[in-house]
């Protein structure tokens, strides 16, 4: 990025700790670079004990930036120091993005919006039946509960190796997310339509337990958001075993879409170099 961009462009940041391995700054600079846009979107390190002062700077416009993303282990924080948290992200307790508006911080999360944005792309039926499985009870899973039960899921199960995270996720998001524990899946994904992973089970090529999901609906999907590898041993067996699978990369590359039209000015479109791009990254690492 050169000097003129940085001073006469519109700034943006995406912060976490660490940050150096995040892909953001290529998604936003990719968008950039195609719309001839001057302004720039950087990574911006900040450590835990500093980051309500970067926050303030932000407020007060020392930053120079305009917003930008937050990520692990400041979501929980954006959302307490912003001034103006949206309703998704008052429900999930964190925030994702963040922009300045009439001098005050506005924050949203964008990950629910990222998930069901990829599945609209590469699956459009993905919302066609009643019954949801989403595997793991974490930080990841929540904007994903969320996204499902406002697609309209009637029943929402959660299972997970400790089922009083999931039963705590149960209580937040309302009567039709239900908790169970590991040895109830094989009963729980019967008729199920879609199947989520949001656990890091797979994840750099660790092995993943073995899953029998002949129980689930013909025509469902089973999607990870998991992307490194893109294929998961999830993935590959729901194939082996016949179902439609959607890997994570997309929700990545949708969620960065919101931010980039608030800061910005201009709603960008993911498309297949963007994806490309990425893939490619991966590979370098
Ligand atoms: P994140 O914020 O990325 O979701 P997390 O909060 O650490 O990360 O949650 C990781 C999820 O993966 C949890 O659902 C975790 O299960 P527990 O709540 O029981 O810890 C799940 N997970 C991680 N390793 C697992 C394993 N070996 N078997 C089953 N579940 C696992």
């Keep these: 990025m050169d000097d003129s961009r940085e001073t006469h462009g519109v700034n943006a940041f995406v912060t976490g700790y660490p940050i150096r391995h995040s892909r953001s700054p290529l998604i936003h600079g990719y968008w950039l670079k195609q719309l001839g846009?001057?302004?720039?979107?950087?990574?911006?390190?900040?450590?835990?004990?500093?980051?309500?002062?970067?926050?303030?700077?932000?407020?007060?416009?020392e930053?120079?930036?305009?917003?930008?993303n937050v990520t692990i282990p400041h979501?929980?924080?954006?959302?307490?120091?912003?001034?103006?948290p949206d309703e998704l992200s008052r429900e999930l307790g964190a925030s994702n993005t963040l922009w300045l508006q009439d001098g005050l911080l506005h924050a949203t999360n964008t990950d629910g919006r990222g998930f069901t944005a990829n599945l609209d792309e590469r699956h459009p039926s993905w919302d066609q039946s009643d019954r949801a499985v989403i595997l793991g009870a974490g930080g990841a899973s929540r904007a994903i509960i969320q996204a499902v039960r406002d697609r309209g899921f009637k029943e929402i199960h959660v299972v997970n190796r400790t089922v009083e995270r999931a039963q705590e996720l149960a209580n937040r998001f309302g009567e039709r997310v239900h908790a169970h524990p590991m040895a109830a899946l094989g009963e729980v994904i019967s008729g199920a339509g879609l199947f989520i992973n949001t656990t890091s089970l797979g994840m750099d090529g660790e092995a993943a337990p073995r899953i029998d999901f002949s129980p689930l609906a013909e025509a469902a999907v089973v999607t990870d958001i998991v992307y490194i590898p893109l294929k998961t041993p999830l993935l590959t067996q729901a194939e082996e075993q016949g179902f439609a699978i959607v890997d994570g990369l997309g929700m990545l590359l949708h969620q960065a879409v919101p931010g980039f039209e608030k800061w910005f000015g201009t709603r960008p479109a993911v498309d297949e170099t963007l994806r490309a791009l990425i893939i490619a990254d991966m590979d370098k690492h």
């Design 37 to 61: 846009l001057a302004g720039s979107y950087r990574a911006h390190e900040v450590p835990v004990e500093e980051f309500a002062a970067f926050i303030s700077s932000l407020k007060d416009g």
């Design 63 to 68: 930053s120079g930036f305009v917003g930008g």
């Design 75 to 84: 979501k929980e924080l954006a959302f307490k120091l912003s001034d103006r």
